[in-house]
Nanobody, 118 residues
């Protein structure tokens, strides 16, 4: 499984960005897609995830109401719409995938850097 993330960039506080993650899996509905982020020197943290079959999202508390995760099964792409960005959202964002029901995310894409200027 290969994951390709894109969409990072520089944005002012209060602005918006959309991250995209395209997967190479043959049947996206069998997988749960997640977004994580990491700042140098800190542990990677969970941001959001979605089961593209049942479209059940899950969010970290610090992004609820600001970020929205969605998927386009036909395009095999998962999106992370980030609104009202804050300086503390600055991080490298990674998409990840696991089969529905599995405990750990085993497939990871490369990071895409999001920088929020205050």
């Amino acid at each position: 499984v290969q994951l390709q993330a894109s969409g990072g960039g520089l944005v002012q506080a209060g602005g918006s960005l959309r991250l995209s993650c395209t997967t190479s899996v043959r049947t996206p509905t069998l997988y749960r897609e997640g977004w994580f982020r990491q700042v140098p020197g800190k542990e990677r943290e969970f941001v959001a995830s979605i089961d593209c079959s049942r479209r059940l999202p899950n969010y970290a508390d610090f992004v609820k109401g600001r970020f929205t995760v969605s998927c386009d099964k036909a395009k095999k792409t998962v999106y992370l719409d980030m609104n009202n960005l804050k300086a503390e959202d600055t991080a490298s964002y990674y998409c990840a995938s696991k089969r529905v029901g599995d405990r750990e995310y085993v497939y990871w894409g490369q990071g895409t850097l999001v920088t929020v200027s205050s």
